[in-house]
C-alpha cells in the first residue's frame, strides 16, 4: 500500500501474504464510519499442483555396483602401487575415489517439484507410505512373487489410510463449520 489508510495519515492496516499469493486491485476508500479506511484487494489463492522448487545435485546411487565398484579399486593405483609419501597417499586416495565415484555413481541434477500440502496427511500416513516405498524398492531389487504380493497388499493398506484420513478430515472440519 502507498496511500494512507487512517484519519491521521498513517498506514495502520496491512496485508500480509506469502510471496507466491501477490495481491492485486488494491483500493483504498477514504475514511468514512470509523477512522480507518475501507481497503478492498484481490488475492490469487490458486495453488498449482506442481511449482518448481529448485534443482538439486545428488550422486546416483541406484546406479551403484559394489562388485564393479571394488573390481576397479583393486586395479586402481591407490591399491597396485600405492605412493610412499603420506602427502601423496592421501592426495593419491581422494584423486582415485572420487574417480571411481563420480564413474559408478556419476551427479545428476534433479528437478524437485514443491507438493500441496494436504492438512489430513499426517505421521500415520507417513509412516504406511514409507513401508510402503519400502517394499516397493524391495521388490524392484529381487522381484519375486512373495515381494510383489508384499508391497502390493502394503498399497492397499496405504489407499485405505490416505482415504480414510481425507474423509475424517473433511467430516469432522465440514461438520464444526455448521
Not at 494512507?4 to 492496516?13: C, E, M
Not at 495481491?23 to 483504498?28: G, K, M
Not at 489463492?45 to 565398484?69: C, E, H, I, M, N
Amino acid at each position: 500500500m502507498t496511500s494512507p489508510t487512517h484519519k491521521l495519515g498513517h498506514i495502520l492496516d496491512v496485508i500480509v501474504t506469502r510471496s507466491d499469493c501477490p495481491v492485486t486491485d488494491v483500493q483504498i476508500e477514504p475514511p468514512s464510519l470509523s477512522d480507518h479506511s475501507y481497503i478492498t484487494f484481490s488475492v490469487d489463492l490458486q495453488v498449482s499442483r506442481s511449482r518448481y522448487a529448485g534443482t538439486v545435485r545428488r550422486r546416483q546411487w541406484r546406479r551403484f555396483d559394489y562388485d564393479k565398484f571394488c573390481n576397479d579399486l583393486c586395479q586402481s593405483d591407490l591399491i597396485c602401487d600405492p605412493p610412499t609419501d603420506a602427502a601423496d597417499l592421501v592426495t593419491c586416495y581422494d584423486k582415485t575415489l572420487l574417480a571411481l565415484l563420480d564413474e559408478h555413481a556419476p551427479f545428476a541434477d534433479i528437478k524437485r517439484r514443491a507438493h500441496v500440502n494436504a492438512p489430513w496427511y499426517d505421521r500415520q500416513c507417513r509412516l504406511v507410505k514409507t513401508a510402503t516405498r519400502r517394499l516397493e524398492r524391495s521388490y524392484r531389487r529381487n522381484t519375486t512373487a512373495a515381494n510383489r504380493e508384499a508391497w502390493r497388499c502394503q498399497s492397499r493398506l496405504l489407499h485405505r489410510t490416505l482415504r480414510q484420513r481425507y474423509v475424517q478430515y473433511w467430516s469432522v472440519s465440514r461438520l464444526s463449520t455448521w
